[in-house]
């Protein structure tokens, strides 16, 4: 009997290195580049990223870094739910889905201290919450791996832990600047890549099973949908129909009603 090359990979497993290497380079390279090249146009330790990025000549760059960062952080933890089936994926959907929207919604309230000082109050504070709903929600994450994977719980459990220390030491030392939110955003980064690769090296994480149940949710969903249109198409057709009867009966009455005139 020919033996079965261990080496070859299925098609799910395949699917799963190509969605590490894409949040691979999203994570260590995209998010890191961009939001370093937002923030070297002006002092890492004088500005905010919010200053820098309310600047007439950087409002575009600054609104286009949001959106992207948003998407980022929503897809890789949108993915990483799905992989580890988690039992708290609504709540974590849910939280994300805040916490990105208040981002968003931040950054496109100026902040103009001098000008608009109730607004730039406003943003700061929009923005301190967002920051605050997206570290819980990690941490969150984290202990959901606490019954099914419990080395990557422990490894992701401390990887946070270190990224909120240093999170508040240059929070202490520098306030809410560029090197302490450009840090924040590109530790973040590098944190939830790091949980997805750990996962994928799991001796007991099962692509094919993880991903099929994935996919075959995806085409229960569409089953459904499609009988729910076909439903609705079906009532549409039998309210159609009695119009139809309807009207080729008051037809054949007003050909009788005209030939009794005649």
Not at 158 to 171: G, H, N, R, S, T
């Amino acid at each position: 009997m020919k033996k079965i090359n261990p080496n070859l990979r299925t098609g799910y497993q395949q699917r799963m290195k190509t969605l590490v290497w894409i949040f691979g380079i999203l994570s260590l390279i995209v998010v890191p580049a961009f939001t370093i090249y937002l923030g070297a146009h002006g002092s890492p330790f004088k500005f905010s990223l919010s200053a820098i990025g309310n600047r007439p000549e950087m409002r575009a760059i600054f609104l286009i870094w949001t959106i992207a960062m948003c998407a980022y952080f929503s897809a890789i933890i949108f993915a990483l739910v799905v992989l580890t089936k988690n039992a708290k994926a609504h709540t974590l959907r849910a939280l994300i889905l805040v916490s990105t929207w208040l981002l968003l919604a931040t950054n496109l309230i100026p902040f103009l201290p001098e000008k608009l000082p109730i607004l730039a109050h406003v943003h700061t504070n929009v923005a301190m919450i967002s920051t605050v709903l997206l570290a819980f929600t990690l941490l969150m994450l984290t202990y959901t791996f606490q019954n099914y994977y419990p080395k990557l719980f422990l490894k992701s459990h401390i990887a946070f832990l270190c990224l909120l220390a240093v999170m508040i030491i240059l929070f202490i030392f520098f306030d809410a600047k560029w090197i302490t939110e450009g840090t924040c955003i590109i530790g973040g980064s590098i944190f939830l890549f790091s949980v997805m690769y750990w996962l994928y090296k799991e001796n007991n994480f099962n692509a094919e099973d993880v991903l099929g149940s994935y996919d075959m949710d995806l085409a229960q969903r569409e089953v459904q949908h499609l009988e729910n249109r076909t439903k609705e198409a079906y009532e549409e057709y039998l309210k159609l129909n009695s119009m139809l009867r309807i009207a080729q009966v008051e037809l054949q009455e007003m050909k009788k009603f005209t030939k009794m005139e005649y």
